[in-house]
Nanobody, 122 residues
């Protein structure tokens, strides 16, 4: 079973940048979708970005043009480069790995990291 560990969170001023990393204990090669989610205080967890095993990416409207997701299957890692951060980006960021039944949206595996806190000061 794949286990995920996030790192790179911290305190940054508005307008600054942070890079988050997600390290997998096992191979992520078979995980067809890797994703970053976030949960701000008092709010529901929301999807930030996804990247498929083929490298196709998708972003929440709120982070488009500012965040970049990437994955390295050989190193079993995923990253999230966050630029032009603002106070609304303050949240716990979670790494997620998904394996779907081929051709469906049914998740056969759904693995989560423990989260890393990003705080943006205004």
């Amino acid at each position: 079973q794949v286990q995920l560990v996030e790192s790179g969170g911290g305190l940054v001023q508005a307008g600054g940048s942070l890079s988050l990393s997600c390290a997998a204990s096992g191979s992520i090669f078979s995980m067809d979708v890797m994703a970053w989610y976030r949960q701000a205080p008092g709010k529901q967890r929301e999807l930030v970005a996804t990247i498929t095993d083929g490298g196709r990416t998708n972003y929440a409207d709120s982070v488009k043009g500012r965040f970049t997701v990437s994955r390295d299957n050989a190193k079993n890692t995923m990253s999230l480069q966050m630029n032009s951060l603002n106070a609304e980006d303050t949240a716990v960021y979670y790494c997620n790995a998904q394996l779907h039944r081929p051709g469906t949206s049914v998740r056969l595996l759904d693995v989560w990291g423990q989260g890393t806190l990003v705080t943006v000061s205004s």
